[in-house]
């Protein structure tokens, strides 16, 4: 973090070489609505160094998920469901990213394909289609002929799940039918690492920190649409500086978010005194909060340096009277902002847990606590914050 005064080494964070996994970087074609094959290319392919320990994410969900060719008629499904269709809470964007990882796992360990069904509150392929080559969308015809079933399986309610997940019990017993609808929004990765031959099942569940394995599903499963890279060009049009310094500020119940639970006091003041330090001649600043007034706060302490999103502030499952799509489309806008911060702040929330998760660097990586700003990577800020953010308790 450049500074107006000498440098600090207070506020260098210790920099982790991160050992992670080669993902293949491909030019994939994508149906638009009009039927049309596109060609997208990423234009700038992430490129990770290879654990020798371990097999690429991509060939070992090669392993046990048909990705290439025709449908086989006899294929069994587990699907990863979000949709209007069907009555339960999804959660926010890192409850259903929690319940994808998840929903992913107990597919390989079916041995059963692997799918997305997601509308609520819109389609995530208008904003986030299949990278490379696993096509992870649902089409209802895979349902020509076969039994199906749906699962609710969020917050509580499953509890007596995890006897099959941790292999107590035959988990192919639990999801019988051809299509299994399955709606979660927590990490079970605890309860796989019980099993007794999940190192052959699954390596990478064991070798793998949570931090890069979100990394790694994340860019194997998902990229940009060409719709949702045009709305993150425009957010970015606004820069007018080298660097952008970020903080997500989640307040919890307040006027902006009425139906959301109560915090403790968020020490925003403490934000802004370590965004004084910084040099506004080289910083742009952006805001992730669910707060309005703590918005129109940084907009008025930083008029020339402020970016922002555009819509109105939502949780995406508790839209209220605004309007559920641009309030998706806002809440990933902020996400992928905060991925590619030069310095970010994070509290304790999900969200920016897993955009840190994200980041292609650890340095200038802090926690906000009550006590003050702490430096953190992406290793330690499951410890720094109390309770699990991304798993049930």
Same mark, same amino acid.
């Given at each position: 973090?450049?500074?107006?005064?000498?440098?600090?080494?207070?506020?260098?964070?210790?920099?982790?070489?991160?050992?992670?996994?080669?993902?293949?970087?491909?030019?994939? &074609?994508?149906?638009?609505?009009?039927? +049309?094959?596109?060609?997208?290319?990423?234009?700038?392919?992430?490129?990770?160094?290879?654990?020798?320990?371990?097999?690429?994410?991509?060939?070992?969900?090669?392993?046990?998920?048909?990705?290439?060719?025709?449908?086989?008629?006899?294929?069994?499904?587990?699907?990863?469901?979000?949709?209007? $269709? /069907?009555?339960?809470?999804?959660?926010?964007?890192?409850?259903?990213?929690?319940?994808?990882?998840?929903?992913?796992?107990?597919?390989?360990?079916?041995?059963?394909?692997?799918?997305?069904?997601?509308?609520?509150?819109?389609?995530? =392929?208008?904003?986030?289609? @299949? &990278?490379?080559?696993?096509?992870?969308?649902?089409?209802?015809?895979?349902?020509?002929?076969?039994?199906?079933?749906?699962?609710?399986?969020?917050?509580?309610?499953?509890?007596?799940?995890?006897?099959?997940?941790?292999?107590?019990?035959? !988990?192919?017993?639990?999801? =019988?039918?051809?299509?299994?609808?399955?709606?979660?929004?927590?990490? #079970?990765?605890? =309860?796989?690492? /019980?099993?007794?031959?999940? +190192?052959?099942?699954?390596?990478?569940?064991?070798?793998? /920190?949570?931090?890069?394995?979100?990394?790694?599903?994340?860019?194997?499963?998902?990229?940009?649409? @060409?719709?949702? $890279?045009?709305?993150?060009? +425009?957010? /970015?049009?606004? *820069?007018?500086?080298?660097?952008?310094?970020?903080?997500?500020? *989640?307040?919890?119940?307040?006027?902006?978010?009425?139906?959301?639970?109560?915090?403790? *006091?968020?020490?925003?003041?403490?934000?802004?005194?370590?965004?004084?330090?910084?040099?506004?001649?080289?910083?742009? !600043? #952006?805001?992730?909060?669910?707060?309005?007034?703590?918005?129109?706060? $940084?907009?008025?302490?930083?008029? $020339?340096?402020?970016?922002?999103?555009?819509?109105?502030?939502?949780?995406?499952?508790?839209?209220?009277?605004?309007?559920?799509?641009?309030?998706?489309?806002?809440?990933?806008?902020? #996400?992928?902002?905060?991925?590619?911060?030069?310095?970010?702040?994070?509290?304790?929330?999900?969200?920016? !847990?897993? &955009?840190?998760?994200?980041?292609?660097?650890?340095?200038?990586?802090?926690?906000?606590?009550?006590?003050?700003?702490?430096?953190?990577?992406?290793?330690?800020?499951?410890?720094?914050?109390?309770?699990?953010?991304?798993?049930?308790?």
């Amino acid at each position: 973090m450049e500074l107006d005064t000498k440098k600090n080494s207070r506020f260098l964070p210790t920099i982790v070489v991160v050992t992670s996994l080669v993902l293949m970087t491909m030019l994939p &074609a994508y149906i638009t609505k009009s039927n +049309e094959i596109v060609p997208i290319k990423e234009p700038c392919p992430r490129v990770y160094m290879t654990n020798t320990d371990n097999t690429s994410v991509e060939n070992l969900l090669r392993q046990s998920i048909q990705t290439f060719g025709t449908i086989d008629k006899g294929q069994r499904y587990i699907v990863y469901d979000c949709s209007k $269709a /069907k009555e339960g809470v999804c959660g926010g964007w890192s409850d259903r990213m929690s319940g994808i990882l998840s929903t992913l796992v107990i597919s390989l360990l079916t041995k059963r394909r692997f799918l997305i069904k997601h509308d609520k509150p819109c389609l995530i =392929e208008d904003y986030l289609i @299949p &990278a490379d080559r696993f096509d992870w969308r649902f089409n209802k015809s895979i349902l020509l002929n076969k039994t199906s079933s749906y699962q609710d399986l969020s917050a509580r309610k499953s509890t007596n799940l995890r006897k099959y997940l941790s292999g107590s019990l035959d !988990i192919n017993t639990y999801f =019988e039918h051809d299509v299994n609808f399955v709606r979660m929004n927590w990490d #079970f990765t605890e =309860e796989f690492r /019980k099993r007794r031959n999940i +190192e052959d099942e699954i390596p990478w569940v064991t070798k793998l /920190k949570y931090a890069d394995m979100y990394k790694q599903l994340f860019n194997f499963l998902f990229t940009p649409s @060409p719709l949702f $890279a045009k709305a993150l060009n +425009e957010v /970015k049009s606004q *820069r007018t500086r080298p660097k952008i310094a970020c903080a997500h500020l *989640r307040v919890g119940g307040n006027p902006t978010m009425p139906g959301d639970d109560r915090r403790k *006091r968020l020490r925003v003041d403490l934000v802004w005194k370590h965004f004084k330090k910084l040099n506004k001649r080289i910083y742009d !600043i #952006f805001i992730a909060t669910d707060a309005e007034h703590v918005k129109r706060m $940084a907009k008025k302490r930083y008029p $020339a340096n402020i970016i922002d999103t555009p819509g109105k502030i939502t949780h995406i499952d508790q839209p209220n009277r605004n309007d559920p799509g641009v309030g998706f489309l806002k809440q990933l806008l902020d #996400f992928y902002t905060l991925m590619n911060c030069d310095v970010l702040i994070t509290s304790e929330s999900g969200f920016s !847990i897993f &955009a840190a998760y994200l980041r292609d660097t650890d340095s200038d990586l802090y926690c906000l606590r009550s006590e003050g700003i702490i430096p953190c990577t992406r290793y330690t800020i499951n410890d720094i914050f109390p309770g699990h953010f991304l798993a049930p308790d």
